[in-house]
């Protein structure tokens, strides 16, 4: 058995003069979900499509259990999908909308009726087969296009947003049942998304990509905790992060966008000179930077600013405190009772949640 | 006290405009309707009463249509629904396909087709029936059902393909594509997934190109004959006699019309599309 | 992939399961070639010649002379002007008309649907059947309208009579004139009432909020949504215009004499009452490129000018 189920190799598409793909390659291993990762518009469709054999590349290959498959009609690739637009057919009832891969490959009709029934049975929706598809709701739906797909029994589930459009508390459900879901099924799973929170959740591994190309590859935790650019920490996360712009002048002098009023630790001064560049962006996320009215020992950055409110959400509290025009975001368990808006506080980054950017170009130094 | 008062007033006077313009948009329609209800109304009169009373049959009689029907009304509009069914039939079944090839594929040269489509509505038919007459005449298909079949089935296609196109249009493409990825072959998508789902789009495309047919004159007029020809040509046949009964005319074209009147209801929502051949929609 | 081998194996071939879509197309291209290319371009050819079928001659190539004919003749610039005013006057009436009713129509209230429905009987007759009507109606002796407009103003008007009308042009002509404007009219008003649909409802109420003087609110509200409505309209009318004959035929017969002989109908008249096919076939062309050319311009034009102002 092959370790890659699925490789994708230097593909290019250009529509109308427009460059939708540029030379993105990766690979999928057997069983594990992979995730792409990226803002609409970034051609993840058109990839997907590309897989399916849905759509044609202008250059590259794709692999499929080490079979060159660009030739390959659809059918025969051994992939299913599940559209964005979740494309079900609204003439027919829920049951023919399962059952249409197996009437495709001339099953006969016990076959059909069984394996039908388990499906939905799967994905509890048994009590609905007889509806006509365009008389669900927008769970149901989805859930319809899913059974579709499995009903397929295709070794690569290709799902295109699957959790767009929902409303939180349906996304919400899905995605434990997903979670259920995929360890029940066993396959391989390729999912499309632009919301950085699924991909990081749900995938075993995840693409970055953006207008056509690959940004970043990697194990969720690697690419949040060794962002190839600043923005990609952004996107990440919302812009939910705290950053520090520092500058090194020619006499060797750092300052800060902050002012002067700001405790830069010499262990981070110095990480700061060893990378020689002339500007940084210093980043922490929101876990890795505390807020109190006095915070004794910081070993990275502390900044005194005023306490600006918190967002209660259950579990935590996102406090937040600002300095001029600079707002810093932290997350932590408790909150200091007796702070009032406005009243000082202290500010600290620490150093081993601290990320280094370089100013210029926004790239990641360690 | 006074605020109320001028408010109420100045809504009493809102309301008479309303319910005013509303009598002038009623009394338009009616005045404008007045010859079709005048060839109702004809058409239930005697001979005797064909120039007077104009509004109204004093002596209501069933006679018209007996004299219509013994006049060769029963066959004209036999043919006329042999020639129109046969015509749309064709035209549906081949814009159908050529419909789905325009909506789905990135078929070479196919604006300049669908140009050349819709520039056949440009032209006058005149200049097209002297030729087709010509060889319709050395054919020996004037005056057959089978050719005017044919020309109708040419004169509805361009309406036909752009209508339907219009409603694949609609269909996402994503439905086809998960059909082709669950295994199924273009006919099966063709015929028991896309078709479907625009049947009402296909039903109205048909009933603007019926109406069309029944409606058409001048290549009725050339290429029927005498056992073939449709209402139009029968109703324009009547006109050189002298003294006739205008109630056995206003008979045929009750008969004629009625069936017209009846789709215009049923074709409401497809009304725009269909008058801009489908390139407009709401 | 088994499953799919599988049906490979028992269909025995890799079954093509897409159909090449120039198949598709090509039945209806066929019967377009067969009944629409192929006679016009055929037609350039007899209009070459002199050809008659009914009088058994040989056809006789004469090169451009029924061409030169044809632009030399007074006959043919008679008829020409005579469908220019026919067009004009009918076109003017019937976007007149339409937008009085538009207006008229602006707001949306109960039954309004019904009413725009049975308004658009007069155009999807046939044209057949609503001349023939006129024809009663406007009967010189008997008919309804000359017997109310006797008991009026004491003077029957001969509408298929060469009389001049008080507008200048003959009564016969004028009776074509109306009877097609009444036919067409809730066209043109169903497509104005279709494009002012468009206008969103907020724009609506808020000029109502704000009590706008009828003139500013038709300026600034309506005929923005109207204008492109018009535009397409206006193209369609122009283009069928010119294809009048259905309602002529029954009406007058393009005459008396010639007083309604419109251009199709005098095509009509060359080819199928003097037998003349290549002189008819001529002048189709000459209005063919005409009508071609004429509508490619007036579409630019008025695109132009409809999209150059909403933009």
Request: proline content about 4%; overall charge positive.
């Amino acid at each position: 058995m092959r370790e890659y189920i699925l490789e994708v190799r230097n593909i290019s598409k250009r529509r109308g003069g427009k460059v939708i793909l540029d030379n993105v390659s990766f690979s999928v291993r057997r069983g594990e979900v992979f995730v792409i990762l990226g803002p609409p518009g970034s051609g993840k469709t058109t990839l997907l499509k590309i897989i399916a054999g849905l759509e044609a590349q202008d250059l590259g290959d794709i692999v499929i259990n080490g079979e060159v498959v660009n030739t390959f009609p659809p059918y025969m690739r051994n992939v299913a999908m599940v559209f964005e637009t979740l494309a079900l057919y609204t003439n027919m009832t829920v049951f023919e909308n399962i059952a249409s891969p197996l009437i495709a490959i001339k099953k006969d009709r016990e076959y059909i009726e069984k394996r039908v029934r388990e499906i939905a049975s799967l994905l509890r929706i048994e009590q609905i087969l007889d509806r006509r598809a365009d008389k669900l709701s927008g769970g149901e739906r989805q859930r319809v296009a899913i059974a579709r797909a499995l009903a397929k029994e295709a070794d690569i589930y290709l799902l295109d947003e699957p959790f767009l459009n929902l409303d939180a508390k349906i996304r919400y459900a899905l995605r434990t049942e997903f979670k259920k879901l995929k360890s029940i099924v066993g396959k391989t799973i390729i999912l499309s998304t632009s919301d950085p929170h699924d991909a990081l959740a749900l995938g075993d591994r995840v693409l970055l990509v953006n207008n056509g190309r690959v940004i970043q590859e990697g194990v969720p935790v690697n690419i949040y905790k060794a962002p190839k650019s600043i923005s990609i920490a952004r996107y990440l996360t919302g812009n939910m992060v705290n950053e520090i712009f520092v500058a090194r002048d020619s006499k060797g002098e750092i300052t800060s966008n902050i002012g002067r009023d700001i405790y830069i630790d010499p262990r981070v001064l110095d990480t700061i000179v060893k990378f020689g560049r002339s500007s940084l962006i210093l980043t922490n996320y929101i876990d890795s930077c505390i807020i109190d009215r006095h915070i004794v020992e910081c070993d990275g950055v502390k900044i005194r600013g005023s306490f600006l409110g918190y967002e209660f959400r259950g579990s935590e509290y996102l406090v937040y405190a600002r300095k001029e025009d600079f707002v810093f975001k932290s997350l932590s368990r408790k909150l200091a009772s007796d702070l009032n808006i406005g009243d000082e506080v202290d500010v600290c980054l620490t150093r081993d949640g601290m990320l280094f950017f370089d100013g210029e170009t926004g790239d990641f130094l360690g | 006290m006074k605020k109320a008062s001028t408010y109420s007033k100045a809504l009493l006077q809102y309301r008479i405009k309303r319910y005013l313009r509303f009598a002038l948009i009623l009394l338009i329609l009616i005045a404008y309707l007045i010859p079709v209800y005048e060839m109702f109304v004809l058409a239930f009169k005697s001979r005797t009463e064909m120039y007077s009373n104009y509004f109204i049959v004093a002596q209501p009689t069933l006679d018209n249509f007996k004299e219509a029907y013994e006049h060769g009304a029963y066959s004209a509009i036999l043919n006329s629904v042999i020639v129109t069914a046969g015509g749309v039939s064709i035209s549906l079944i081949l814009a159908l396909l050529a419909s789905y090839a325009f909506s789905r594929y990135p078929v070479k040269g196919k604006n300049l087709l669908m140009f050349y489509i819709l520039s056949t509505r440009m032209m006058p038919p005149i200049a097209l029936i002297i030729p087709v007459y010509i060889m319709f005449f050395n054919l020996g298909l004037k005056g057959t059902y089978g050719g005017l079949v044919l020309a109708y089935a040419m004169m509805t296609l361009p309406l036909s393909v752009w209508m339907i196109k219009s409603f694949i249009d609609d269909v996402p493409v994503d439905i086809d594509q998960a059909a082709l990825l669950d295994g199924h072959s273009t006919t099966y998508i063709l015929f028991k997934i896309v078709f479907p789902m625009i049947a009402p789009g296909i039903a109205a495309s048909a009933a603007f190109a019926a109406i069309t047919v029944w409606n058409e004159f001048l290549f009725a007029l050339l290429l029927s004959g005498i056992e073939t020809k449709p209402t139009s040509v029968l109703l324009s046949s009547i006109r050189g006699e002298r003294g006739f009964n205008w109630g056995r005319v206003a008979a045929i074209e009750v008969i004629y019309i009625l069936p017209i009147i009846a789709l215009i209801f049923w074709l409401q929502k497809y009304m725009l599309r269909g008058l801009t051949f489908g390139t407009v929609r709401k | 992939m088994q499953e799919n081998l599988r049906v490979l194996e028992k269909t025995g071939s890799l079954k093509k399961k897409e159909l090449n879509p120039w198949f598709m197309i090509l039945p209806a291209f066929l019967l377009l070639l067969i009944l629409n290319i192929f006679p016009l371009i055929w037609s350039l050819g007899i209009s070459f010649y002199r050809f008659s079928i009914i009088i058994k001659e040989i056809p006789r190539y004469v090169g451009g002379l029924n061409y030169i004919n044809i632009l030399t003749s007074p006959e043919t610039w008679d008829r020409v002007i005579r469908t220019g005013i026919y067009v004009v006057y009918s076109i003017s009436l019937q976007f007149g008309l339409s937008l009085l009713v538009t207006l008229l129509l602006f707001e949306t209230f109960r039954g309004k649907r019904i009413i725009i429905t049975l308004f658009m009987i007069p155009f999807m007759i046939a044209p057949v059947a609503s001349a023939l009507i006129f024809r009663y109606l406007l009967d010189e002796n008997l008919g309804p309208v000359n017997s109310l407009l006797n008991s009026l103003i004491g003077y029957k008007p001969l509408w298929f009579s060469t009389d001049i009308s008080p507008l200048g042009i003959p009564y016969a002509l004028l009776t074509v004139i109306l009877v097609e404007t009444w036919i067409w009219t809730p066209f043109v008003t169903f497509l104005l009432l279709a494009g002012m649909s468009a206008i969103p409802q907020d724009l609506v109420e808020q000029s109502r909020a704000d009590g706008l003087k009828f003139r500013y609110k038709f300026r600034y509200v309506i005929l923005p949504y109207i204008k492109p409505m018009m535009a397409i309209a206006l193209i369609f009318r122009f283009m069928d215009s010119l294809k009048t004959f259905d309602s002529v035929y029954i009406l007058t017969a393009g005459g008396p004499g010639s007083t309604t002989e419109l251009i199709s109908v005098y095509i009509y008249r060359v080819a199928f009452e003097r037998w003349d096919f290549g002189s008819a076939t001529a002048i189709s062309y000459l209005v063919l490129v005409i009508v071609i050319f004429m509508t490619n311009v007036f579409m630019r034009y008025i695109i132009g000018v409809s999209s150059g102002e909403k933009g």
